[in-house]
């Protein structure tokens, strides 16, 4: 309640100084009128310079007021959700690398209330600080500026991956960044948990099946991919990320994850990731017409964010080793969801 009352703040202090502004020019003007009752005469420089005076003086109470308006914030103790208390040998120590996303955020809210331990490492190329800015301060939580295309050393118990540009126009923006992101960056992470033989879960995607030539994809379907289309870099970094990882499991015995995500929606998505949920959404609310790509009878499955976490920490406290899909198992025209 503290934090939302203070987003005001800003607006408060315009307002105050728009106020302060109005009260100094109605001085301004009475005064120039008991000078000069006719009107005539008037000294437009020395006026213009009395008003810059009179202006500047009321920025400066502006800033004063700020100024104790960022002192009495900082006095008031921040406020967190409840959190469950678990013991040193139930508690776990997660990392969840792009934390700050849309995803992530929502998996450090539910590790956070389970009472584990959580390290958010994100480089911010999509993440946002705001998603995880409730438990900044917290003395389970700690949040790390860091790009996981660099190695990172920190003692942890699992691990969750799910660092990557994940909506088309990030991926596209950046291919050879997305590319090392799921090559070089998972080989970082998979280093990390073979050294501290912490168990790992690496997000995927169904993007790994391309234009697939059957509906639903099970987990055996190969795909039906192109390696050098402009979503290559996603998809194929993908591929590739999920090789790495059973790699290293059958050359380290490791405990590894893999989960293939489908279409997800929620709170924090970005509006303009492309996706088919997002831009019907803003298209609506511009009361835009509605864009269907094709004919419409491309099918897709939608999940709930809260859904996918639930998988996902399921999957990880399994014994299943496998490829999973996280997802919808009814698909739907775009026609449909019209």
Same mark, same amino acid.
């Given at each position: 309640?503290?934090?939302?009352?203070?987003?005001?703040?800003? &607006?408060?202090?315009?307002?105050?100084?728009?106020?302060?502004?109005?009260?100094?020019?109605?001085?301004? &003007?009475?005064?120039?009128?008991?000078?000069?009752?006719?009107?005539?005469?008037?000294?437009? %420089?020395?006026?213009?310079?009395?008003?810059?005076?009179?202006?500047?003086?009321?920025?400066?109470?502006?800033?004063?007021?700020?100024?104790?308006?960022?002192?009495?914030?900082?006095?008031?103790?921040?406020?967190?959700?409840?959190?469950?208390?678990?013991?040193?040998?139930?508690?776990?120590?997660?990392?969840?690398?792009?934390?700050?996303?849309?995803?992530?955020?929502?998996?450090?809210?539910?590790?956070?209330?389970?009472?584990?331990?959580?390290?958010?490492? $994100?480089?911010?190329?999509?993440?946002?600080?705001?998603?995880?800015?409730?438990?900044?301060?917290?003395?389970?939580?700690?949040?790390?500026?860091?790009?996981? &295309?660099? %190695?990172?050393? +920190?003692?942890?118990?699992?691990?969750?991956?799910?660092?990557?540009?994940?909506?088309?126009?990030?991926?596209?923006?950046?291919?050879?960044?997305?590319?090392?992101?799921?090559?070089?960056?998972?080989?970082?992470?998979?280093?990390?948990?073979?050294?501290?033989?912490?168990?790992?879960?690496?997000?995927?995607?169904?993007?790994?099946?391309?234009?697939?030539?059957?509906?639903?994809?099970?987990?055996?379907?190969?795909?039906?991919?192109?390696?050098?289309?402009?979503?290559?870099?996603?998809?194929?970094?993908?591929?590739?990320? @999920?090789?790495?990882?059973?790699?290293?499991?059958?050359?380290?015995?490791?405990?590894?994850?893999?989960?293939? +995500?489908?279409?997800?929606?929620?709170?924090?998505?970005?509006?303009?990731?492309?996706? &088919?949920?997002?831009?019907?959404?803003?298209?609506?609310?511009?009361?835009?017409?509605?864009?269907?790509?094709?004919?419409?009878?491309?099918?897709?499955?939608?999940?709930?964010?809260? $859904?996918?976490? @639930?998988?996902?920490?399921?999957?990880?406290?399994?014994?299943?080793?496998?490829?999973?899909?996280?997802?919808?198992?009814?698909?739907?025209?775009?026609?449909?969801?019209?």
């Amino acid at each position: 309640m503290n934090q939302m009352y203070f987003r005001f703040k800003h &607006v408060v202090l315009l307002i105050i100084g728009f106020f302060f502004f109005l009260i100094l020019i109605a001085k301004f &003007v009475r005064e120039d009128s008991e000078e000069y009752p006719d009107g005539a005469n008037l000294k437009f %420089p020395e006026d213009i310079r009395h008003a810059t005076y009179l202006l500047n003086e009321a920025y400066t109470k502006i800033e004063a007021l700020e100024e104790k308006i960022i002192h009495l914030e900082s006095r008031i103790p921040k406020t967190y959700p409840d959190v469950k208390f678990l013991n040193y040998v139930n508690r776990k120590r997660v990392l969840i690398t792009g934390g700050a996303g849309f995803v992530g955020s929502h998996l450090v809210d539910k590790l956070m209330l389970e009472g584990h331990e959580v390290i958010v490492v $994100d480089n911010f190329f999509t993440g946002r600080k705001s998603n995880v800015e409730h438990w900044i301060g917290h003395e389970n939580f700690e949040l790390i500026h860091h790009d996981i &295309v660099n %190695p990172i050393f +920190i003692e942890v118990d699992e691990i969750y991956h799910l660092a990557s540009p994940a909506s088309p126009p990030h991926y596209m923006h950046n291919p050879v960044k997305t590319i090392k992101t799921n090559t070089l960056g998972t080989i970082n992470i998979l280093g990390l948990a073979r050294r501290l033989k912490a168990k790992v879960l690496i997000a995927s995607t169904s993007e790994v099946y391309g234009d697939p030539d059957i509906h639903p994809q099970p987990e055996t379907y190969w795909g039906h991919v192109n390696p050098i289309g402009p979503r290559a870099c996603y998809d194929e970094g993908k591929r590739v990320s @999920e090789t790495l990882t059973y790699a290293y499991a059958k050359q380290e015995n490791m405990q590894v994850r893999v989960a293939r +995500i489908f279409n997800t929606y929620g709170p924090r998505m970005h509006m303009n990731d492309g996706r &088919v949920v997002s831009n019907f959404i803003l298209q609506a609310l511009k009361d835009e017409v509605i864009t269907v790509y094709g004919t419409g009878d491309q099918t897709r499955s939608f999940q709930y964010v809260s $859904d996918l976490v @639930e998988g996902l920490v399921a999957l990880m406290r399994s014994n299943y080793s496998q490829p999973v899909n996280l997802g919808n198992p009814v698909e739907h025209t775009i026609n449909g969801k019209i």
